[in-house]
């Protein structure tokens, strides 16, 4: 479970909640785009934040680093509660934690150079240095990201550089903040896929030898399995699953986990369909009580489409927010253990009460 | 090094974010030089020095003085009055040399002013949103609306010959609103981009984002507001001066206008007394409309690329069209002639 | 239909603008001409006129600024607008219905005939980006450089007096009475013509340029490239596809526009005594007539926002997605 020494949890948030209130027509109503999300980050470890478009994956990021503010919960930074008001305050958090964005292109101020981006952010976050200390600064910034050798990289703007550079450069930023949380929304899905392993052994490597806790948001599952010790899966606003990368990866207990995990196309299994194909993702506007994934659940009955379910432990460090696992009478049965085979195809999971 | 004119969308239409590969605005030093190379921008540039030249030394390099009365009265061009005389044997030429130092004066005094104005205005509301906003639009969607020549002209007629600073004030004070639309809406555009979140995530001040990110990105489209408003003010200030309400005392190329119309200049077919002040203000004119097209085309590539290479498609046979490739069908493939974006489309028989 | 609601107070709050620098310019202009005025016509005046003078001029110092602001609204709602001095006794807005029609007329034909012009070619000369079409954009950019009186000045030089094509001035025959006839509305249009020609002259440029630039826009989108892909004849894309979704902005920005016409067609009026508002605007200010300068301002302004009212209906008419929005 948790590998950190000290027990205290890097950054910690409690029933964090994000709600956009509509104006106009809709006035009145809020879209939920984050309810009651309880997550834990610890130094030294990855947790990843699965889930697909619109989940609510990125809006947690920005409520992680206090980009927008929250609507509810608590946000704890080693232990002490956050508040973020004022621009000093803000600061402070910022120190402590960065975030990275996905387009490595969008998040880099396309006139200036690599030289200024960094330059800007080792003034915020260490002052004022003489200039060849500065330089020495950005030397060993590009040094860790593995930029090498850093002054073919140190003038170049942005439009020079390749995806990959890129996104180094964009972590280089954030690691001059020496920051105890680095918080990762999708930051290999817009670079080419031989290029991902590379960025994504640096962030192991960051994780290792500088004891970083990592959020890595995405919405590949499999890359979670290699770069993750724990995995939260998301859906709708709200957290369905959790519990170790493995026990997830490989016996999932949330239907939802089970779609995503046979969504990555598997050349042995014939062509299948499950109902949950027949479904889209539910409108996040004041959205009714009952489980949001009931309509494209193969599983759900009366009790689903009309409580809402909390996520409950089942055991093992593992949660899953599905009445499959309460102890009530009418709750669904749920079984995931059908294999991706033949066999399956094309299967229809009926409900019993 | 090359400069990729790689896809990059027109000013107004950016997409927030857009993917990667995407080169923008005055990016290095090799595409400002890019920006000068262009012939219409030079073209553009050198008539406007030499207006401004003009317009410092005029006043002492005028053969007459302007209200100086003389023998031939409305007299055709010679060799002593280049550009004729007027009623009272005054020399036309000299009065279009003093008078070209009020017109350019008001012209980029204005133009500074109502750029200042706009960029206050049109980035602050863009980047706070919200109520001020919305107050900020409303105040330049008013002063838009409202008639600018009728407004000058109700502001500065009661006052008695108003000077040139005071005139460029009060252009100014109409003018700004367009600018100010255009940059709130460029503003509103780059504020939701992640570059301005990124900066905002490492704890980047709010003045030191609209300074020194934001306002950078800008730089074309306040060059392009800026060149159009001094055109707007240049016209406006000859159309004042025309009309009678600066001072008589001040020369201007629309008081030699004015001159001519009370003094029935058409009807006596004296064309010399006014078409030469109209040519130097179509002069200057044009030459802005050169610098902002220059303007036009460096922010935008895909008008640079396919003018650029328009010729070149010529030869072959090809008709260009923007934002596509052409491919001769009947060669191997070798080097494309256009790098720019889009699709492969046409080809025709050379 | 919030949409309407929305612009419509728009324009209601511009009005007010206009109307408060109106209230407020004269009482921060040194000097106090009015005085003087009302003393030099001391036996003709009637106290009404000169109470009402005073409500707009301010010259009433007893009131507080607020009761002063109260009174003058109330009149200018009530449609008095002041004597004009230049022209004593006819009151301003007597003036101003007599001239405004024939501003309304040349603004309006110039207007269509400009936009339906400048639209066409800049569809043409947008879609043959970088071919020997693009000579018509200097041209036209010439046109638009030069302020509207010059060109206003040589037009009536070559077509008036060297070549007697058309009349130099005013808007009919003089000596013709104005009546629903053929030979006065002959007249008018005969009087028109070099005014609106020289206006269409040199606001077209500026449609052009929009339509061109829209046209270049709209050519690399997608949707476009798929209608040529399809094999449709190249002017069926260029109209059909391309132009149309070019033409949008142009509409909106053509409210914007009217603003730079009307200007145009002031001028224009001064150059050509055409008898419009112009006209009477250019007579204010050479007599110093300040409350007639103040009310053609007024009335500018309101014939200005009713065609940005007419504009935006248009608008919503041809974009749903402005119907919707509410």
């Given at each position: 479970m948790s590998l950190d020494s000290s027990g205290m949890p890097a950054l910690e948030a409690r029933g964090l909640t994000k709600h956009f209130r509509l104006r106009g027509r809709n006035r009145g109503k809020a879209v939920h785009a984050v309810d009651d999300v309880d997550l834990r980050l610890d130094r030294g470890t990855v947790v990843a934040l699965v889930g697909e478009s619109g989940s609510g994956k990125s809006t947690i990021a920005k409520l992680l680093s206090l980009l927008i503010p929250r609507t509810a919960g608590e946000l704890t930074l080693h232990g002490e509660p956050v508040h973020g008001r004022g621009r000093r305050a803000f600061r402070r958090h910022a120190s402590r934690v960065q975030l990275i964005f996905q387009d490595p292109f969008a998040s880099l101020n396309p006139i200036h150079t690599v030289r200024y981006t960094l330059t800007r952010a080792v003034r915020i976050h260490k002052g004022h240095l003489r200039s060849d200390e500065l330089e020495g600064a950005l030397h060993e910034l590009l040094s860790r990201v593995q930029l090498t050798p850093p002054e073919r990289y140190v003038d170049k703007y942005p439009h020079e550089l390749s995806g990959g550079q890129r996104q180094r450069v964009a972590i280089a930023r954030s690691l001059a903040a020496d920051p105890e949380v680095l918080l990762a929304d999708e930051p290999i899905s817009m670079l080419d896929v031989s290029i991902r392993l590379g960025v994504l052994n640096l962030l192991k490597s960051l994780r290792d030898d500088m004891q970083i806790a990592i959020l890595y948001i995405t919405h590949d599952i499999a890359s979670a399995r290699y770069f993750a010790d724990r995995t939260m899966v998301m859906y709708a606003g709200q957290i369905v699953e959790n519990g170790s990368s493995e026990d997830i990866t490989q016996s999932p207990a949330h239907p939802y986990t089970r779609l995503l995990l046979d969504s990555?196309?598997?050349?042995?299994?014939?062509?299948r369909t499950t109902r949950a194909d027949a479904g889209e993702a539910p409108s996040l506007v004041s959205p009714a009580s009952g489980c949001r994934f009931a309509a494209r659940c193969p599983f759900a009955n009366d009790l689903c489409r009309s409580e809402t379910p909390q996520l409950l432990p089942i055991g093992d460090g593992r949660a899953a927010r599905c009445w499959g696992y309460s102890e009530r009478p009418d709750r669904p049965i749920v079984d995931l253990t059908v294999a991706r085979s033949a066999a399956a195809a094309p299967t229809e999971r009926e409900m019993t009460a | 090094m090359t400069v990729e004119p790689a896809h990059l969308t027109p000013q107004e239409m950016d997409p927030p974010n857009s993917t990667a590969g995407v080169a923008r605005g005055k990016v290095d030093r090799a595409s400002q030089l890019l920006f000068l190379r262009n012939g219409k921008v030079i073209t553009g540039l050198l008539i406007l020095a030499f207006f401004t030249l003009l317009a410092i030394i005029g006043p002492w390099v005028a053969p007459y003085d302007p209200d100086a009365l003389g023998e031939d009265s409305v007299a055709p061009p010679s060799l002593q009055h280049w550009f004729g005389t007027a009623n009272l044997g005054q020399d036309i030429f000299s009065q279009v040399l003093v008078g070209t130092r009020s017109v350019m004066f008001v012209g980029f005094v204005a133009g500074i002013l109502a750029t200042l104005i706009a960029v206050l205005v049109g980035v602050t509301a863009g980047y706070l949103g919200g109520a001020a906003d919305e107050g900020l639009s409303l105040l330049s969607n008013v002063f838009l609306v409202l008639p600018a020549l009728p407004l000058i002209i109700v502001i500065a007629g009661p006052l008695d010959g108003a000077n040139s600073l005071v005139v460029a004030i009060v252009i100014a004070i109409t003018a700004w609103a367009w600018g100010a639309r255009v940059l709130r809406a460029q503003t509103l555009s780059h504020r939701r981009r992640d570059y301005v979140e990124a900066a905002r995530a490492n704890g980047e001040s709010t003045p030191r984002i609209v300074l020194a990110e934001i306002l950078p990105n800008l730089s074309a489209i306040i060059a392009s507001s800026f060149v159009g408003t001094v055109t707007f003010a240049i016209l406006t200030q000859v159309t004042l001066a025309f009309i009678g309400v600066t001072g008589l005392d001040q020369w201007s190329w629309g008081t030699v206008l004015f001159n001519a119309q009370s003094n029935q200049a058409l009807i006596r077919g004296a064309w010399w007394w006014f078409v030469p002040a109209g040519l130097c203000i179509a002069a200057v004119g044009v030459a802005l409309a050169l610098v902002n097209f220059g303007i036009d085309e460096f922010v935008n590539p895909r008008l640079r690329a396919t003018g650029k290479y328009a010729k070149a498609l010529k030869k072959r046979g090809v008709r260009a069209r923007v934002g596509f490739t052409p491919v001769d069908r009947h060669e191997e493939p070798s080097t494309p002639v256009v790098p720019a974006s889009g699709t492969v489309l046409v080809t025709e028989e050379s | 239909m919030r949409f309407f609601v929305r612009r419509g107070i728009f324009y209601l709050v511009t009005l007010w603008a206009a109307i408060t620098i109106n209230f407020f310019l004269p009482r921060m202009m040194p000097g106090d001409p009015i005085t003087a005025l009302i003393a030099s016509r001391q036996g003709q005046i009637t106290p009404e006129q000169a109470e009402s003078i005073r409500v707009l001029f301010g010259l009433d110092n007893e009131q507080s600024l607020w009761q002063q602001y109260t009174s003058y609204l109330s009149q200018i709602l009530h449609?008095?607008?002041?004597?004009a001095f230049s022209q004593f006794p006819t009151p301003v807005i007597t003036i101003i219905k007599d001239t405004l029609p024939w501003t309304l007329g040349l603004v309006g034909l110039s207007t269509i005939i400009a936009v339906v012009v400048g639209t066409t070619v800049g569809t043409y000369i947008g879609w043959r980006r970088g071919t020997k079409a693009d000579i018509v954009l200097p041209i036209t950019t010439f046109f638009s450089s030069v302020p509207y009186f010059w060109l206003g000045l040589v037009a009536i030089l070559l077509?008036?007096?060297?070549?007697?094509?058309?009349?130099?001035?005013?808007?009919?025959?003089?000596?013709l009475v104005p009546g629903w006839n053929w030979e006065f509305i002959s007249s008018v249009l005969y009087h028109g013509a070099l005014p609106a020609i020289t206006i269409v002259l040199s606001a077209v440029a500026g449609w052009i340029l929009g339509m061109r630039n829209m046209m270049v826009t709209v050519s690399s989108e997608d949707y476009v490239t798929v209608a040529q892909a399809k094999g449709l004849s190249e002017r069926r894309v260029m109209v059909s596809y391309a132009a149309r979704n070019a033409v949008l902005p142009q509409i909106s920005s053509f409210a914007l526009a009217l603003g730079f016409v009307v200007g145009g067609t002031l001028i224009m009026e001064m150059v050509f005594s055409y008898p419009g508002i112009g006209y009477s605007l250019f007579q204010a200010v050479s007599a110093k007539d300040y409350p007639l300068m103040q009310g053609c301002f007024l009335v500018i302004t309101l014939s200005i926002l009713v065609f940005n009212l007419l504009a935006d209906i248009v608008y919503a008419f041809l974009d749903p997605r402005t119907r919707q929005e509410g």
């Open positions: 990555a196309p598997d050349p042995d299994a014939p062509q | - | 449609g008095d607008l002041g004597i077509f008036s007096v060297t070549w007697k094509i058309f009349p130099s001035s005013k808007g009919y025959q003089p000596g």
